[in-house]
């Protein structure tokens, strides 16, 4: 198998065992509501949302969105106990709309993680369009599967990474 088609093998599949390999340190995304765009950030098993509802319940649609698209690369938010559960049934839905609609509703700005390869833990980085991962191939290509991975996971919502093209001799 040549390089690029193994790379791409391993990516869906690191992509796909998420829940295993990927460890998400911090992010920061602008999420556009049904209403107004909202920012969403996590840091070191805390979130925050820029919402009301947020900011008086401890989580909201925009909070459990992410979870929903990350999985266990993150801690989840704590819902308070007070939560009404019709209030919570209608968060859930929206939550699973704007994870389904992920392409059209949410812009990345930055995120740190790890991933856990096949030999070892690399570290990922992205800040507005620019990647970066510790691995060899990336430092090589400026691609690698483990960015694949993560531009599978979170598809529109980040500028795909920039592959170096081989200079003509």
């Known amino acids: 198998m040549d ?13 796909h ?8 340190q911090s992010f920061q995304v ?18 925050h949302c820029d ?12 909070v459990i969105a992410m979870e929903k698209i990350l999985g266990d690369a993150v801690e989840p938010a704590m819902m308070p106990v007070s939560t009404r559960m019709d209030a919570a049934a209608s968060r859930l839905l929206k939550a699973r709309q704007y994870a389904d ?9 930055s995120f740190d993680l790890h991933l856990h390869g096949e030999h ?10 620019s990647w970066s991962c510790d691995c060899e191939e990336f430092q ?15 598809g529109a919502a ?6 170096a093209l081989p200079m003509a001799a």
């Open 30 to 47: 602008e999420l556009h509501g049904d209403n107004a765009n909202h920012r969403v950030s996590y840091h070191a098993g805390e979130w």
């Open 101 to 109: 609609e992920r392409d059209q509703r949410l812009k990345v700005h």
């Open 3 to 15: 390089s690029a088609a193994s790379r791409i093998v391993k990516a869906r599949q690191y992509a």
């Open 51 to 62: 919402c009301e509802e947020f900011l008086l319940q401890g989580v909201c649609a925009h």
């Open 158 to 163: 980040v500028e795909p990474a920039l592959v």
């Open 140 to 154: 090589l290509r400026g691609v690698c599967s483990h960015v694949m991975a993560i531009e599978e996971i979170l």
């Open 120 to 129: 070892r833990t690399h570290r990922i980085t992205y800040n507005h369009g």
């Open 17 to 24: 065992e998420r829940d295993r390999r990927i460890k998400v």
